[in-house]
């Protein structure tokens, strides 16, 4: 019985703090689940949005460079397609393709 040796107030006071503690947990988890509930109700591409943003927040930082680096690319790549200066390749085509390269 170690709470013996303590003061009434000690006691109290100790009480409090863990009764605070489990209050700020379980707002935590209502937030959590408020959050939730309204990000479910958005469509589908604020929704993706979202999804990104989160994780992008706890990414280690260089797969934050790498994402960066391909949307660069990616953006090049477009210009140069919305250019004339490369061509697309119909999906058909690129689909049968991985199809021959994983089933040989």
Same mark, same amino acid.
């Given at each position: 019985? $170690?709470?013996?040796?303590?003061?009434?107030?000690?006691?109290?006071?100790?009480?409090?703090?863990? %009764?605070?503690?489990?209050?700020?947990?379980? %707002?935590?988890? #209502?937030?959590? *689940?408020?959050?939730?509930?309204?990000?479910?109700?958005? =469509? $589908?591409? #604020?929704?993706?949005?979202?999804? #990104?943003?989160?994780?992008?927040?706890?990414? $280690?930082?260089?797969?934050?460079?790498?994402?960066?680096?391909?949307?660069?690319?990616?953006?090049?790549?477009?210009?140069?397609?919305?250019?004339?200066?490369?061509?697309?390749? $119909?999906?058909?085509?690129?689909?049968?393709?991985? *199809?021959?390269?994983?089933? =040989?």
């Amino acid at each position: 019985m $170690p709470d013996c040796h303590l003061g009434i107030e000690s006691i109290l006071q100790r009480k409090l703090d863990r %009764t605070a503690v489990l209050i700020k947990l379980i %707002t935590m988890i #209502q937030t959590l *689940d408020a959050l939730t509930l309204g990000a479910i109700e958005l =469509p $589908p591409d #604020q929704r993706f949005a979202l999804a #990104q943003r989160i994780l992008a927040s706890v990414e $280690p930082e260089e797969i934050l460079e790498t994402d960066e680096a391909w949307a660069l690319e990616i953006k090049e790549r477009m210009r140069k397609y919305d250019c004339g200066e490369t061509l697309g390749v $119909p999906a058909g085509e690129v689909f049968a393709e991985l *199809d021959r390269r994983l089933n =040989p």
